[in-house]
């Protein structure tokens, strides 16, 4: 963990004379509220103006004071984080942009930099500096160790000292990027991990099947695939249309995707068994070429075996044509990305993506068995079908950068699964839980 050093007295001056705001106390909003306030900084927060006899009450309790609007963050604090939906940051900067206390600092969470950023140099004044976040995970995981991106576009290094004494009792690990490598980097990663589990969840629903009743979904990788999946559609839709639509290197990644999965469908519905391992191979060996044959594999089918929403025992691990797996592995080839280059500055639900695939491409024999099974066994056509035409279908979604329609096909998965969530995520964090110490014991 790289950090600009402050000394104890600085920290204690600022605690003493800093006021920080957070505007949108949502999810992110308030776990930063708290997790500063309870370190002992002065914080006000606001949510939406029209609801703010309810914010206060429901936040009654807290260290942090509910003010009523974003000028009323904005006039008093030293600074602001803009914690609100990407697709409205404009719209919310330009109303509370110009209250900005004289010579202070703002920010953003937001998951894409580009239209962040613009908001602020277009709307605030040129004495504002401007130093952006993005925690890279969700806000139900432990802050601890995950990465945290902290860019420092227009301030001075003392501000940005200040900044990161604030964010150190997060106890993330801070990842210094400019905006632009941040939206490539979270690009290559973020956007299309989401379009590959978004895609699996409208597959299994458009075959009207819940996978964690069918015994073809047995063993590690099918719980991770469905643990994840649902982990996703259990959130609001919003934080993915934002990140995928706002971000115009992520339009391209997930059109690759999907191009990758109608093309190795294709091979597979031909028969094409030998075009299929050579271009895989390929991928392969561009992917994964650092993997030795006894190399200690970051996940493992058995570990994740108990991780089942099913009711029957579980099972060991079935065959698979595994292509929304494959088609990653292929995309990552045609896009020049190697994802380990990107781990520093990786979300969880990445990571988990990545072990996965590198569980099915460097285990002896699996990836040979997962060839077969595609182009012999056709009990997954049907799967594969849906799957494909899923992936496109999100593909021009986010390439036309279509909120609404995100939004209804989200949501209509969405309840399909609803009555699965509460489960799904016990299971999903105790996984998670799993995963991320494996990878902790792997790094020490
Ligand atoms: N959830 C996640 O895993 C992560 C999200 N992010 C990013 O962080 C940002 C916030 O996400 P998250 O907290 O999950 O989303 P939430 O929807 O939970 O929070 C956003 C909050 O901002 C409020 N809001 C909207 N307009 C205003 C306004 N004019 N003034 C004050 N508050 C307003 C919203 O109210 P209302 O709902 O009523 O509109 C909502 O409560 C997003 O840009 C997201 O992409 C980054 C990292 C992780
Ligand atoms: O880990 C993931 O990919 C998540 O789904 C949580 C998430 C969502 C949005 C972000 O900007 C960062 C993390």
């Given amino acids: 963990m790289i950090m600009a050093k402050f000394t104890e007295e600085q920290e204690t001056q600022w605690k003493s004379t800093k006021t920080i705001g957070i505007i949108g106390l949502g999810d992110m909003g308030l776990l930063y ?11 006000v927060g606001c949510d939406r103006e029209d609801i703010f006899s309810s914010t206060s009450e429901k936040f009654s309790n807290e260290k942090f004071q509910v003010l009523k609007n974003g000028h009323f963050v904005s006039r008093i604090s030293d600074y602001i984080i803009y914690s609100v939906e990407a697709e409205n940051i404009a719209k919310i900067v330009s109303l509370y942009g110009p209250s900005t206390k004289f010579g202070a600092i703002v920010g953003g969470q937001t998951s894409c930099k580009e239209p962040e950023i613009a908001a602020f140099e277009s709307i605030l004044p040129q004495d504002i500096e401007i130093i952006s976040v993005h925690s890279l995970h969700g806000p139900k995981v432990s802050t601890t160790g995950q990465p945290l991106v902290l860019i420092q576009h227009r301030a001075s290094n003392e501000s940005f000292k200040f900044v990161e004494c604030l964010v150190s009792c997060l106890n993330s690990k801070h990842v210094y990027l400019s905006a632009k490598q941040h939206d490539k980097i979270t690009a290559d990663t973020q956007a299309v991990t989401h379009a590959a589990f978004l895609s699996m969840g409208v597959a299994w629903k458009s075959n009207n099947q819940y996978p964690w009743e069918t015994p073809k979904w047995i063993g590690g990788i099918e719980n991770a695939k469905i643990n994840i999946s649902l982990r996703i559609y259990s959130n609001k ?11 115009p290197s992520a339009h391209d990644q997930v059109l690759q995707y999907s191009k990758s999965t109608t093309e190795l469908f294709r091979l597979m519905i031909e028969g094409k068994k030998s075009e299929l391992k050579d271009r895989l ?7 994964f070429h650092h993997i030795q044959e006894d190399h200690d594999l970051l996940l493992d089918d058995d570990i994740l075996q108990k991780y089942s929403l099913s009711k029957v025992p579980p099972g060991g691990r079935q065959p698979n044509s595994h292509l929304s797996l494959l088609a990653i592995v292929d995309s990552w080839f045609n896009l020049g990305i190697v994802p380990y280059d990107h781990i520093i500055c990786s979300t969880p639900l990445f990571r988990i ?3 996965v695939t590198e569980y099915l491409f460097c285990t002896p024999g699996l990836l040979d068995e997962c060839i077969e099974v595609a182009v012999d066994d056709v009990s997954f056509r049907e799967d594969d079908l849906e799957f494909t ?4 279908n999100w593909a021009s979604i986010i390439g036309f950068g279509n909120f609404q329609l995100y939004q209804q096909e989200f949501e209509r998965t969405q309840r399909f699964f609803q009555p699965m969530f509460s489960e799904a995520n016990a299971i999903g964090n105790e996984m998670i839980k799993t995963i991320l110490e494996r990878v902790k014991e792997r790094e020490s």
């Avoid at 839709?237 to 971000?247: F, P, Q, R």
Wanted: hydrophobic share 50%; charged share 20%.
């Fill in 389 to 392: 035409i899923a992936a496109r």
């Fill in 353 to 355: 993506f990545l072990g």
């Fill in 281 to 287: 191979t390929k991928a392969k060996s561009f992917v």
């Fill in 237 to 247: 839709w919003h934080v993915y249309a934002g990140l995928s639509i706002t971000n």
């Fill in 33 to 43: 509220a708290r997790r500063f306030s309870e370190a002992g900084w002065k914080v």
